[in-house]
């Protein structure tokens, strides 16, 4: 008798009926055009990911206003944005073809904050590198970093919100805040990035108030069942401190917070987590399973994965899913193949962000 796994079984995300929980991670690809549209490589990209109907992809990072742009990309790769209408005209053309194929498409909403590049951001328009407060990564100048004002975060809000509903409008099925990996809403929540003496600093519960804002804000926006967000807990990446004390309590609050919005009848498609492996060989108390076991919705769970803990992690629990990064990238079949127990593709790391279809469009589906 053939074992039926999780992995390759429906579940319901959100307003979205999958059927198998295999998830395209979001994957900066830096093949945009200027003006940070879309190019129809996107569209081809996306729809051969799309193959195995009823699969979950969530986009590449995608800037939600100028402001929030700026990524220090080696040479010349774009970024894609969502709040002008030529970009809405050629997200259109993605969501098109994912959902021809059958299948479901987040937007995953960017703000990079502190990391944005200055220069890039003055290409833009008259825009700084901003932050909770103006504290740079190590080894990085501060000259032009800016501590956000009150009322420029509740803008941040509402510009998330904005981005959100144009989301919507061209045909997304949902939209994931990134909140992780030392973007902007990830320093608000670590006390060595915010040290903020407003509503927005200092306690667990002040510095958890920016993701959460956004969170509510898209909600009421789009509803909860279009909505999600990802939490990086324990990454160290772009010189965010963690630690045995502040990490846990500061995510088993947010969690905790989800989870009652949830209770309440707000509760959002899924929560998004990097596991702690992925920054290399985690501490004892770096993990994960302590929000899991508090978040009782769905579950995305991303980082090092490979077809026998993917089938493992997903049967542990009947809400969790799996999301594959660089396999997806060099199997656009991956769905097929894992089901199938077929070989995979090996991934060109070189290729990750330069333009064209090369290491982007080129990889061929598997073959007996």
Same mark, same amino acid.
Do not use: C
């Given at each position: 008798?053939?074992?039926?796994?999780?992995?390759?079984?429906?579940?319901?995300?959100?307003?979205?009926?999958?059927?198998?929980?295999? !998830?395209? #991670?979001?994957?900066?690809?830096?093949? *945009?055009?200027?003006?940070? @549209?879309p190019?129809?490589? %996107?569209?081809? =990209?996306?729809?051969?990911?799309?193959?195995?109907?009823?699969?979950?992809?969530?986009t590449?990072?995608?800037?939600?206003?100028?402001?929030?742009?700026?990524?220090?990309?080696?040479?010349?790769?774009?970024?894609?944005?969502?709040?002008?209408?030529?970009?809405?005209?050629?997200?259109?053309?993605?969501?098109?073809?994912?959902?021809?194929?059958?299948?479901?498409?987040?937007?995953?909403?960017w703000?990079?904050?502190?990391?944005?590049?200055?220069?890039?951001?003055?290409?833009?328009?008259?825009?700084?590198?901003?932050?909770?407060?103006?504290?740079?990564?190590?080894?990085?100048?501060?000259?032009?970093?800016?501590a956000?004002?009150?009322?420029?975060?509740?803008?941040?809000?509402?510009?998330? !919100?904005? #981005?959100?509903?144009?989301?919507i409008? *061209?045909?997304?099925?949902? @939209?994931?805040?990134?909140s %992780?990996?030392? =973007?902007?809403?990830?320093?608000?929540?670590?006390?060595?990035?915010?040290?903020?003496?407003?509503e927005?600093?200092?306690?667990?519960?002040?510095?958890?108030?920016?993701?959460?804002?956004i969170?509510?804000?898209?909600?009421?926006?789009?509803?909860?069942?279009?909505?999600?967000i990802?939490?990086?807990?324990?990454?160290?990446?772009?010189?965010?401190?963690?630690?045995?004390?502040?990490?846990?309590?500061?995510?088993?609050?947010?969690?905790?917070?989800?989870?009652?919005?949830?209770?309440?009848?707000?509760?959002?498609?899924?929560?998004?987590?990097?596991?702690?492996?992925?920054?290399?060989?985690?501490?004892?108390?770096?993990?994960?399973?302590?929000?899991?076991?508090?978040?009782?919705?769905?579950?995305?769970?991303?980082?090092?994965?490979d077809?026998?803990?993917?089938?493992?992690?997903a049967?542990?629990?009947?809400?969790?899913?799996?999301?594959?990064?660089r396999?997806?990238?060099?199997?656009?079949?991956?769905?097929?193949?894992?089901?199938?127990?077929?070989?995979?593709?090996?991934?060109?790391?070189?290729?990750?962000y330069?333009p064209?279809?090369?290491?982007?469009?080129?990889y061929?589906?598997y073959?007996?």
């Amino acid at each position: 008798m053939t074992q039926t796994h999780n992995l390759f079984s429906p579940i319901k995300v959100g307003s979205s009926e999958l059927q198998n929980r295999i !998830v395209l #991670a979001p994957l900066t690809r830096t093949r *945009a055009l200027p003006g940070n @549209v879309p190019s129809d490589l %996107a569209t081809e =990209y996306y729809a051969q990911r799309a193959a195995s109907p009823g699969t979950l992809l969530i986009t590449e990072a995608t800037y939600i206003s100028p402001g929030s742009a700026g990524v220090p990309i080696p040479g010349d790769g774009i970024v894609p944005g969502i709040w002008s209408d030529e970009q809405l005209e050629a997200w259109k053309k993605v969501f098109k073809a994912v959902h021809d194929r059958g299948s479901k498409i987040y937007v995953q909403l960017w703000d990079i904050g502190r990391v944005a590049w200055y220069h890039k951001l003055q290409e833009l328009g008259n825009y700084f590198p901003t932050g909770p407060s103006a504290i740079p990564m190590k080894g990085e100048e501060s000259e032009h970093l800016k501590a956000l004002t009150h009322w420029e975060i509740k803008g941040k809000v509402a510009l998330y !919100v904005n #981005a959100a509903k144009n989301a919507i409008a *061209a045909g997304a099925d949902g @939209v994931e805040i990134h909140s %992780a990996n030392g =973007y902007l809403p990830d320093t608000f929540l670590r006390s060595a990035s915010n040290q903020r003496t407003d509503e927005y600093g200092g306690s667990i519960e002040n510095r958890a108030r920016f993701s959460l804002e956004i969170v509510d804000a898209i909600t009421e926006a789009i509803g909860a069942d279009k909505t999600a967000i990802r939490l990086s807990p324990w990454s160290t990446f772009q010189d965010i401190e963690v630690n045995d004390t502040e990490t846990p309590a500061q995510f088993t609050y947010l969690f905790e917070q989800l989870q009652k919005r949830a209770d309440e009848g707000k509760q959002l498609a899924y929560v998004h987590v990097v596991e702690p492996r992925l920054f290399g060989p985690p501490e004892p108390w770096a993990t994960n399973e302590p929000f899991r076991k508090i978040w009782k919705g769905n579950f995305i769970r991303a980082g090092g994965y490979d077809r026998e803990t993917a089938l493992e992690d997903a049967d542990k629990s009947d809400n969790t899913l799996i999301a594959f990064g660089r396999d997806f990238i060099a199997n656009p079949d991956l769905v097929q193949r894992l089901k199938n127990n077929e070989p995979l593709a090996k991934y060109d790391r070189t290729t990750f962000y330069v333009p064209g279809a090369k290491g982007y469009t080129d990889y061929p589906a598997y073959k007996m």
